[in-house]
């Protein structure tokens, strides 16, 4: 079956831009997570979402937001960007969130669409 | 917040060697999985553990599950050129999302 599919793959912006980010999970999945990936910091997590509603959310200013559509899809936005946003933004999804089964919340991850703000 | 140690951050070997790699936390997780992200790409799941103790093998990796439940660790034997990678540890523990190491970045000298 299809993985995780995210688009764009590469993206270039300007300071105080705006992007939106999409995450297409695999068929059957509900939760979908959201991180942001640099050399410094590593993966860190922004949020994630399960049947339409935030379940979680990182420790990120409210510059950066989601949602997630009734057939499981999700976006992410970043509005008035920055240079310290350029980053790969990873999606990853998982058949379900929280205390589950073994397996039901591993994460797969797409990707990524890598972000550039000049 | 939870913090992953992962250690080291970058290792150089020669073919043929085994290596090894650990995760270390501040607090208890029900569920360490090991990824591989090749340059590119997102990361991929390369082992999960779901019981302290636990002990699991893919092909030439395998990683355990700590009995404390505050540590991991991946050893890949008889290394080859494709191992070339970052590996992440990550855990996760109820409802709180998946925590992430810092990565170890692999090189395999031919």
């Known amino acids: 079956k299809a993985g995780v599919t995210q688009t764009p793959r590469y993206l270039i912006k300007t300071r105080g831009q705006q992007v939106t980010l999409s995450c297409s999970p695999i068929?059957?999945?509900?939760?979908v997570s959201w991180y942001q990936q640099t050399p410094g910091q590593g993966l860190q997590f922004l949020f994630e979402?399960?049947?339409?509603?935030?379940?979680n959310k990182g420790n990120f200013p409210g510059r950066f937001s989601g949602r997630q559509f009734s057939n499981s899809r999700s976006e992410m936005n970043v509005s008035t960007l920055e240079l310290g946003d350029s980053a790969l933004y990873l999606c990853?999804?998982?058949?379900?969130?929280?205390?589950?089964?073994?397996?039901?919340?591993?994460?797969?991850f797409g990707a990524g669409s890598r972000l550039t703000v000049l | 917040g939870q913090q992953l140690n992962q250690s080291p951050q970058s290792m150089f070997i020669q073919e043929g060697e085994d290596v090894s790699m650990n995760c270390t936390s501040s607090s208890i997780f029900n569920t360490w999985l090991w990824y591989k992200q090749d340059p590119g790409e997102g990361p991929v799941l390369l082992i999960a553990l779901y019981k302290a103790g636990e002990l699991t093998s893919n092909g030439r990796l395998t990683a355990q599950f700590g009995i404390t439940r505050k540590d991991s660790f991946l050893n890949i034997s008889a290394s080859i050129p494709s191992d070339v990678g970052i590996y992440f540890c990550?855990?996760?523990?109820?409802?709180?999302?998946?925590?992430f190491g810092k990565g170890t970045r692999l090189s395999v000298i031919a």
């Open positions: 990853a999804s998982s058949l379900t969130s929280g205390l589950a089964g073994a397996g039901a919340n591993v994460l797969t």
């Open positions: 979402y399960f049947s339409e509603t935030q379940r």
């Open positions: 990550a855990g996760h523990s109820g409802n709180t999302p998946l925590v």
């Open positions: 068929s059957g999945h509900r939760s």
